[in-house]
């Protein structure tokens, strides 16, 4: 036990280990985001889920059956109007969305105006309204409450506490693999020899812990008389912002059927 | 009302409890004591009947709890009413949307108005003083909060029994004496505290019987709480 006593002096080279880094940084954003889930509390983030998810439904639905282009430039303009609502960082995100949205559909759908295709820059511009409408949504909702704003057109029970739990395991499992990429990362001074064998090790242990995890819910589930209830409240009130949000969707709804 | 008789259990080949037999009595209130990997967390598990014994019998309140018994899920669902389990990993015990559903899940299981529902999870955030928390999402609170949490949901089925492990785990000094003194009102009331723990200091006056196993899986001590010495581990 002699060398406890003395300081060590060891060589070793350093390498760019960018993948830690990345996978972390990757982590964290998306543990943010579920944390995000307690802290919203005002303007768009605020408005009752069930109201979001289906005029967002109803919306894209109308602008995949519309070829009119005064719909979906009011669409565009809503669009807008919802976007302005955002905080600064979302509408960053929003932006790289539609951005890549516009280079994907364009990249396939964009060739075939050369053949006479005269409806290819509406269906680029339908697709890339859709992707938008449902990240706004994604990003400004609980995932919670959307699952169970599914509630209302009776979706089982059992489907969506299986949706509930895989929030929460992807969320722990994501805690535990950030902690444990943390602790490889301040243990490993210089440089991991074979990254890949160490990262598959990692994902062998949270496949293990998710199984582990899986059994202990199953006797948390039974501890507490588990018979199927499952309680999927909004913990929302229905108010002057709900009413405002459902008339203008409304109108959407009501201008595509005089716009046909 | 709980008897433990000649209890052999093997988790994987491995031998987790080694013939022990022990009786509880309504009231009684208890602290496991022994080292890592003694087998603590098992005999609580027996006690829930979340674990298959290998061989011997368990009965609790007269009745024989085996696999044939724990199948009916109406007498399952009144065995687990009746003895409560608050978990080592509070994450494995909690899956609701907010802090209030997971304290009301355990009731709404059973036939009970929802005022009723309601009144109960409320008297339970009072009582754990986590009224503010009472609309977070469970898995994102901190270790403490959501081990409260954790007791709260068990405490809210109003068990007669009920089965700790480690429940000092994570929660900061002043919680700790403020679970103490709901534990020791608890068993005033009658309840039956069964607790698998390090911290036995923390719970000075609460338990009266502590039993100790040791790392070869048996029981090696079972007597007056007063009267066990640390020695033993």
């Not at chain 1, 820059?121 to 704003?149: C, G, Q």
Request: glycine share 4%; with cysteine.
């Amino acid at each position: 036990m002699d060398w406890l006593k003395e300081k060590d002096n060891f060589e070793f080279d350093i390498r760019n280990e960018s993948f830690i880094e990345k996978t972390l940084n990757t982590l964290l954003s998306l543990l943010s985001k579920i944390r995000q889930f307690d802290n919203r509390d005002r303007g768009i983030y605020k408005l009752h889920e069930a109201f979001k998810l289906y005029f967002t439904l109803v919306n894209i639905i109308l602008l995949s059956l519309s070829f009119n282009k005064h719909f979906i430039m009011l669409n565009s303009a809503y669009v807008i109007l919802l976007i302005i609502l955002l905080d600064d960082k979302v509408v960053l995100t929003i932006l790289k969305v539609f951005l890549t949205s516009i280079f994907v559909s364009t990249l396939i759908i964009g060739p075939s105006l050369f053949f006479g295709n005269k409806n290819a820059v509406i269906v680029i511009l339908k697709i890339t309204l859709s992707v938008v409408l449902s990240m706004i949504m994604s990003i400004t909702s609980n995932w919670h409450n959307v699952i169970a704003a599914f509630r209302l057109i009776r979706v089982p029970n059992v489907v969506l506490f299986i949706f509930d739990s895989a929030i929460r395991f992807i969320y722990l499992l994501s805690k535990r693999a950030y902690e444990i990429l943390v602790s490889l990362k301040i243990r490993s001074v210089g440089y991991i020899k074979s990254p890949y064998s160490t990262l598959s090790q990692i994902m062998y242990n949270l496949f293990a812990t998710t199984i582990d995890m899986s059994f202990k819910m199953d006797e948390a589930l039974e501890c507490r008389c588990f018979s199927g209830e499952y309680n999927y409240k909004i913990y929302k009130k229905v108010g002057v912002l709900e009413g405002l949000y459902s008339i203008i969707n409304l109108l959407i709804i009501l201008l595509f059927f005089m716009l046909r | 009302m709980i008897e433990l008789k000649n209890i052999t259990c093997r988790l994987n080949q491995n031998l987790a409890l080694d013939n022990i037999s022990l009786t509880i009595m309504p009231g009684e209130s208890i602290a496991i004591i022994g080292p890592n990997g003694s087998g603590k967390t098992t005999l609580l598990k027996v006690l829930n009947g979340l674990i298959n014994i290998s061989s011997g019998e368990y009965i609790f309140d007269g009745q024989k709890i085996d696999s044939k018994f724990l199948e009916d899920s109406r007498q399952r669902k009144i065995f687990h009413k009746r003895i409560g389990f608050v978990f080592q990993n509070s994450d494995n015990q909690l899956f609701c949307k907010t802090v209030f559903d997971e304290i009301a899940f355990g009731l709404l299981q059973f036939n009970i108005e929802y005022k009723e529902v309601e009144k109960r999870v409320n008297d339970c955030l009072k009582l754990l003083e986590i009224e503010h928390i009472k609309n977070r999402v469970p898995y994102t609170l901190s270790g403490g909060e959501k081990k409260k949490v954790a007791i709260a949901a068990t405490l809210a089925l109003n068990p007669e029994v009920l089965v700790l492990d480690e429940p000092l785990n994570e929660i900061d000094p002043k919680s700790k004496r403020k679970l103490k003194e709901l534990l020791f009102t608890l068993n005033q009331y009658g309840k039956t505290i069964i607790c698998a723990t390090h911290d036995y200091d923390y719970f000075d006056g609460l338990f009266k019987r502590a039993i100790e196993i040791s790392s070869e899986h048996r029981i090696i001590y079972d007597g007056d709480f007063d009267k066990w010495h640390p020695h033993h581990i």
